[in-house]
Nanobody, 121 residues
Framework: QVHLVESGGGLVQAGGSLRLSCAAS????????MGWYRQAPGKQRELVAA???????MYADSVKGRFTISRDYAKNTVYLQMNNLKPQDTAVYYC???????????????WGQGTQVTVSS
């Protein structure tokens, strides 16, 4: 089995910063893309940022210039540095990773349990 464990959410005032972490553990052979999604009340889950195994990053337009995704390949961990937070960033943030448990196994889509980020105005 493989697991994703997130940490770092919380309550912050507008303009503040938070750093989310997500560590993958278990019987991992390799990890492809890792990313962060978010879901606000009454809205669909949306991609916030992602980073490939080769280090290519992608961001939602709404967070470009404010959020930075990074990855520690040795620790199987992905981070999301969130600066200049806005009330509209309030959501549950979910870590996602495409992982496989063996060379011949297909990549599976794995999710963390989610961490709440609340930005007050």
């Amino acid at each position: 089995q493989v697991h994703l464990v997130e940490s770092g959410g919380g309550l912050v005032q507008a303009g503040g910063s938070l750093r989310l972490s997500c560590a993958a553990s278990g019987s991992i052979f390799s990890i492809n893309t890792m990313g962060w999604y978010r879901q606000a009340p009454g809205k669909q889950r949306e991609l916030v940022a992602a980073i490939t195994s080769g280090g290519t990053t992608m961001y939602a337009d709404s967070v470009k210039g404010r959020f930075t995704i990074s990855r520690d390949y040795a620790k199987n961990t992905v981070y999301l540095q969130m600066n200049n937070l806005k009330p509209q960033d309030t959501a549950v943030y979910y870590c996602n990773a495409q992982m496989r448990t063996a060379l011949t196994a297909p990549f599976g889509d794995y999710w963390g349990q989610g961490t709440q980020v609340t930005v007050s105005s």
